[in-house]
């Protein structure tokens, strides 16, 4: 066994999209390892960068089109609407198993002390101010920034 | 499993968990505190009472309920249990482990 027998310590996740079954996945994740004792961080990149925009983050969607575990016809996902509806659909149900919106999430996974990072250089490729983000956002960073959080026995990387 | 704790014997499973809540007092949450290094005080109280009311209640617990129980907030229930503290409550409660992701 290495060091600290194996122990995971710190779990830095980095999200790069933004359709809701992966924004959920890594806000599950994030809140899981606090829950557990396990210190988390989170970087958001790319279009992850919408899952902490104040006016973006409300309307998030699932993608019924390349996601062949929606089965559906590639083109019936395609059409106006589909995807809102299915997006919709599934907001239901989170609601019944008591998972929290992204809003509501956000709060539970800074008030968890959870770390949230937005990258630096995905801010400036999308004109993105800090004061356009969720109050709640701990700074914006550049991936060696990010790196330097993450130092230490212990860490793991995730990429979502 | 039998467990020797504040001289009495208690039913716990491998993870430490009470298997019967009936055997829980106020001296064996206290022995079970000092076992996960929190100092118990008044608002630790407050919070174990809340875990226990809803355990009787069939109500299963999640980070989300806490945050919305009125009790306590999510970041002083951190405060308060900072290592795993849904698990960590729940054991010193004597009730069972949280089954919820969230």
Not at chain 2, 69 to 97: M, N, R
Request: net charge negative.
């Amino acid at each position: 066994m290495n060091e600290n027998n194996g122990d995971i310590k710190k779990m830095m996740i980095i999200l790069s999209k933004a359709t809701l079954e992966n924004v959920y996945a890594a806000f599950v994740l994030a809140n899981g390892a606090r829950m557990e004792g396990i210190e988390a961080e989170m970087f958001f990149t790319f279009f992850g960068l919408e899952a902490i925009h104040k006016e973006k983050l409300e309307h998030l969607h699932i993608a019924t089109v390349g996601n062949p575990a929606m089965h559906m016809p590639t083109l019936l996902g395609g059409l106006p609407g589909v995807e809102a509806l299915a997006t919709h659909m599934m907001k239901k149900e989170m609601e019944r198993i008591d998972m929290p919106d992204v809003h509501e999430f956000l709060e539970i996974l800074s008030a968890s002390g959870v770390k949230l990072w937005a990258c630096k250089l995905a801010m400036d490729m999308f004109h993105y101010k800090k004061e356009d983000l969720y109050e709640g956002v701990d700074g914006v960073l550049t991936v060696g920034d990010f790196y330097k959080q993450g130092s230490g026995v212990g860490t793991h990387m995730l990429f979502i | 499993m039998d467990k020797n704790i504040a001289g009495v014997t208690i039913q716990v499973n491998e993870e430490g968990y009470l298997t019967n809540f009936q055997q829980w007092n106020k001296e064996i949450g206290t022995a079970l505190a000092q076992e996960a290094n929190v100092d118990m005080g008044a608002r630790h109280w407050d919070v174990i009472i809340y875990l226990q009311t809803e355990f009787k209640n069939d109500v299963p617990l999640s980070i989300r309920k806490i945050g919305k129980s009125g009790v306590v907030d999510i970041k002083e229930f951190y405060q308060l249990f900072p290592i795993a503290p849904l698990k960590t409550a729940s054991k010193i409660a004597g009730i069972p482990k949280p089954a919820s992701c969230i």
